[in-house]
């Protein structure tokens, strides 16, 4: 299983946001969104909390377990 971050993607577009915009309003570096856009990215809680706080949405509004297609 991995962790897939395209619903945090689609929900900034939704919401016309830059992933350099949620960077600065979350408080985390912009490498760090850049590594969630390949799936199975190791993310800490710690940012996901941050992301989820900047945006006021819940862990499920923005990643999902997906199936590991490595194999």
């Known amino acids: 299983m991995a ?5 945090l993607f689609k929900m900034l577009i939704d ?5 350099k915009d949620l960077a600065e309003k979350a408080g985390i570096s912009p490498a760090t969104l850049a590594k969630m ?9 710690d940012v996901l909390v941050k992301i989820c706080t900047a945006l006021d949405c819940t862990v ?11 194999n």
């Open 3 to 7: 962790a897939s971050y395209k619903k």
């Open 15 to 19: 919401r016309e946001m830059k992933s």
């Open 37 to 45: 856009k390949r799936d199975g990215a190791t993310i800490s809680s």
């Open 60 to 70: 499920n509004d923005i990643m999902e377990i997906v199936p590991d297609t490595k």
